[in-house]
């Protein structure tokens, strides 16, 4: 046994020995990843005291687990009630609700706790072997890279558009405008912005998604007695059905494997996240499956890929955090700082001076998600009830939580408005047929091409050419096309084969 | 496409509102660039340019659809009696009175009336006794959960303060 295995080894006694804060923390990753606009990062702020009272280790731990169980959260109400709990979970209820809708809200759920599960552990463990070689990722993502990254989650929006091409790209291209509201990065000069001096920051994307998915699902779900389609389809929770989702999900394994490493490459580029992530597999999953039509109507590959995804990002973004000091999202940057204030200091020399914090780090997640699956499992059978709440309790339940959640992040009463407004637009998009989740792509991207695409044109002095001035991009750009064009290939090759026209 | 004889006609004026939404948002955006340096019109030309475009298919397809008697301007799949019936009117009202209000009296007795007053409307009246205390033991159960354990910033009214000082001085 060398002495990095030693090494190892004792961390992960060490981290397993402080198991009692973990399992709590998990089920409060849980509370506050399911509630919009209480993410894990906001939660360490607020819990900022407590961790710096605690040791190193017992810091550390805490913030990981809270960290994943955070993420794995905001899949719950994303799958029951169509409210995903953070941007990273917008894709879930694209194929968790219409599950839940038709009474398989447990399997939903089993589904996406291993999928997040296994796809966390697998990035984690990949991350802790593969960590130089990943932490050059970064190095070599410029603007023009990001903005094919980018691209490849916008492409998701001509995916749910496939029912009605032009209403799924008026709705995406609108998400882009409002996207677009807010002072722009080179001169901050304010654009569309009505005259709020709230929105000189662009569009603060918790009212956004609580107006989009929470409120507006709210005024929709009181047409129904209960968010289950037929009344019949209320099943009695047992474990069967959980171990039918566990069951539906280690059957796709190869589908949790690719789709958590798509997320670990994107968590490593700084600033991409959990969002873009899992738009991306998504869209790659639909892609690549012999059966795209099925994707949005419950789909348990839909549901598995923006899960695996999500989580494997949470491994990623902590790469470019321990090997270059550069925090990869929100919730690293916070990391930073309590661990800085512990006497950590972050780069290539952490290995070297305190190995035990680097590898520490990436054994607390990995700990965490196998405590997971152990204590969320379980739950899932009783976490399905929420869909037999009659709707008439719910639906306001779900519009109080949540608009206050729009107010929490910036204090701002402006936020609370702004949530209902577009809350209002959802629900005129839902009663009309245009998809909310196209919108909420176009909100969330729309700024980020926005900025990498201004910086490849001022690099270049405005020569467009500088899109394909890059290898790795070139490589990219055709990555993205043939993920466009294959699929469009393999449709045309099964309807020959449905039809037995011979292929020329 | 052609509809069955008996098929309900599109109602086409409903799905017209977003695109209408989508053209003036993004003509009024324009007019806020007109005069910016580049750098700040290039990105939301492109894409303004291609919304603009892709509505003026649609006003086309719509277009289409009337002349062939496929659809009717109507906003029959927007407005309808069921929104009165059901309870949804109300239910906006309500919420709207929950952002007014939330920022005088607080997060607890806010949710508290708007949680009470929309479930009422929603039930048409029935379950006022079971109603009532759902709606105080939500209300109670959010500002422990988050105000009194987590201290999150929530909006606070006098409920707040006076709890804030009971548990102060014991």
Known sequence: MDN????????????????????PTIFLGLIVGGIPGFSAANTIIILMPLTLAMSLQGGLVFMVALYCSARMGAGIPA????????????????DGYPMAKQGKGQQALSISFVASCIGGLLTTIIALAAMPILARVGFYMHSTEMIVVMLFGISLIASIAAQDMVKGLIAGFLGLMIGSIGTDVVYATPRGTFGFLELYDGVPLIPALVGLFAVSEAFIIIEKKLIVTHEGDVRKPSWHATFEGVNIALKRWWHIVWTSIIGLVIGVIPGAGASIASFVAYQQSRSFSKTPELYGTGHPEGLIAPEAANNGVTSGTLVPLLVLGIPGGATAA???????????????????????????????????????IFTILPLSRYMSHVTTIPTIYLAPMIISFTLVGAFVPREYMFDLYLALGFGVLGYIARRTGYHVAAILIGVILGPLLEKYFLWS?????????VLFSSNLGNILWLCLLLSLVLPAIFALQRKRKSQGIPIQ | MTLKPDAPKRQLGGELVIPALAIAFTLYFFSTIWNSPWTAQVSAFLVGGILLFVCAIFLVRVALMLRSGQGTLGFGNLFTREDIRSGRIGLFATTIGYCVLIDRLGFTLTTFLFLSISMYVLSKGRNVGFITLISAIMALAGWAVFIWAFDTRFPRGWFETTMKAVLANG
Do not use: C, R
């Open chain 1, 457 to 465: 044109l001022k690099k270049s002095d405005g020569d467009i050419m």
């Open chain 1, 79 to 94: 799958i029951l009630v169509n409210i995903p709990g953070t941007a990273g979970a917008a894709a879930t209820p694209l």
């Open chain 1, 4 to 23: 990095t295995t030693a090494l190892l080894f004792e961390v992960f006694l060490e981290t397993a020995s402080f198991w009692y804060i973990i399992v």
């Open chain 1, 334 to 372: 916070i990391m930073l700082v309590v661990l800085q204030y512990h006497g950590v200091s972050f780069g290539p020399s952490l290995f070297e001076n305190q190995p035990k914090v680097g590898y520490g780090m990436f054994m607390a997640m990995a700990i965490s998600y196998v405590l997971m």
